[in-house]
T-cell receptor, first 110, second 114 residues
Framework: QKEVEQNSGPLSVPEGAIASLNCTYS??????FFWYRQYSGKSPELIMSIYSNGDKEDGRFTAQLNKASQYVSLLIRDSQPSDSATYLCAIYSGNTPLVFGKGTRLSVIA | GAGVSQSPSNKVTEKGKDVELRCDPI?????LYWYRQSLGQGLEFLIYFQGNSAPDKSGLPSDRFSAERTGGSVSTLTIQRTQQEDSAVYLC????????????FGPGTRLLVL
């Protein structure tokens, strides 16, 4: 059973701070890692994808992957109230559709 | 171009009735997925179509659920003899070719079984 674990939150951070979202996974053969953002009542939208160990930066977002420790994280710098949403970690392990975590709810307080 | 579309956006039905949910993927996308999301829960994979290959039905929760994809494009998810526990948002997504690529989600169909 492939599992993807996320802290459900809510994670509350003040505006302008760094929000750190974490995700651990069980399958060592996992190959591709995705972070989706889902606003309340809306469908998920892709924020970041990462495929190799290390950091990947895109604007205020940084994805970090550590395959040895089986975790992937998402950092949001200069957090804004508009970043308040649920963040879903999704992982591809080969030949099966993405496995999604249950998501972490982020609340950015103005 | 146009994104993934789904219809209806909302559906209210009575327990025991059948429902059909429709998904129109992004043009040219060969992979199509159905997920279910219950209130406050994560995404539950239901079924996956890739080109002309046999679909991956491993996520369907019971034999009351079925899906088809005609002509490699539009897909219909059918739930027979609906139960109250089927109430959820049903999300469809598509990706260009393979399951390893970014999935683009539709707006979902909110199903309420009374």
């Amino acid at each position: 059973q492939k599992e993807v674990e996320q802290n459900s939150g809510p994670l509350s951070v003040p505006e302008g701070a760094i929000a750190s979202l974490n995700c651990t996974y069980s399958d060592r053969g996992s190959q591709s890692f995705f972070w989706y953002r889902q606003y309340s009542g809306k469908s998920p939208e892709l924020i970041m994808s990462i495929y190799s160990n290390g950091d990947k930066e895109d604007g205020r977002f940084t994805a970090q992957l550590n395959k040895a420790s089986q975790y992937v994280s998402l950092l949001i710098r200069d957090s804004q109230p508009s970043d308040s949403a649920t963040y879903l970690c999704a992982i591809y392990s080969g030949n099966t559709p993405l496995v999604f975590g249950k998501g972490t709810r982020l609340s950015v307080i103005a | 171009g146009a994104g993934v579309s789904q219809s209806p956006s909302n559906k209210v039905t009575e327990k025991g009735k059948d429902v059909e949910l429709r998904c129109d993927p992004i043009s040219g996308h060969t992979a199509l997925y159905w997920y279910r999301q219950s209130l406050g829960q994560g995404l539950e994979f239901l079924i996956y179509f890739q080109g002309n290959s046999a679909p991956d039905k491993s996520g369907l929760p019971s034999d009351r659920f079925s899906a088809e994809r005609t002509g490699g494009s539009v897909s219909t998810l059918t739930i027979q003899r609906t139960q109250q526990e089927d109430s959820a948002v049903y999300l469809c997504a598509s990706s260009p070719r393979t399951v390893q690529e970014t999935q683009y989600f539709g707006p979902g169909t909110r199903l309420l079984v009374l």
